[in-house]
C-alpha cells in the first residue's frame, strides 16, 4: 500500500482545512486508517483513526473540532479540521495497518506511512 497525503497549508486561527490521504492497492477497505501528526520537537501523535467498518477514534485535543472519513470507492482517507487553533500545527501524516481496536492510536500499529503535509495554524 502507497499513501499519498495532501491538503496542508497555512491557515488563520479559527480556520478549517482538509488533509486527504490516497491510497493505492485493490485492499484499502481491509485496513484502518490513522492520522498522527508532529510538531517541531515534539514526538508525533495520534490524532484520529477510522476502521474498515467506519468507526472512528479521536485524540481528546482534537474531538469535536476534526473529522475523519473514508471513501472506499475512491480509496482516500479525509480529516477535516475545523476551528484550527495554534497548537494543531505540525506535519501531519496519515498511515494504513489493520490492528485491533484497542492498538489504533499506537504508531508502531500501522504499517504503511505517507509522506507529511504540513498545517500551520497563524495566531
Known amino acids: 500500500v502507497q499513501l499519498q497525503a495532501s491538503g496542508g497549508g497555512l491557515v488563520q486561527a479559527g480556520g478549517s482545512l482538509r488533509l486527504s490521504c490516497a491510497a493505492s492497492?485493490?485492499?484499502?477497505?481491509?485496513?484502518?486508517m490513522g492520522w498522527f501528526r508532529q510538531a517541531p520537537g515534539k514526538e508525533r501523535e495520534f490524532v484520529a483513526a477510522i476502521r474498515s467498518g467506519g468507526s472512528t477514534y479521536y485524540a481528546d485535543s482534537v474531538k469535536g473540532r476534526f473529522t475523519i472519513a473514508r471513501d472506499n470507492a475512491q480509496n482516500t482517507v479525509y480529516l477535516q479540521m475545523n476551528d484550527l487553533k495554534p497548537e494543531d500545527t505540525a506535519d501531519y501524516y496519515c498511515?494504513?495497518?489493520?490492528?485491533?481496536?484497542?492498538?489504533?492510536?499506537?504508531?508502531?500499529?500501522?504499517?504503511?506511512w505517507g509522506q507529511g503535509t504540513q498545517v500551520t495554524v497563524s495566531s
Open positions: 498511515a494504513a495497518g489493520i490492528m485491533r481496536p484497542f492498538y489504533i492510536r499506537t504508531m508502531g500499529n500501522y504499517d504503511y
Open positions: 492497492g485493490r485492499t484499502f477497505s481491509s485496513y484502518a
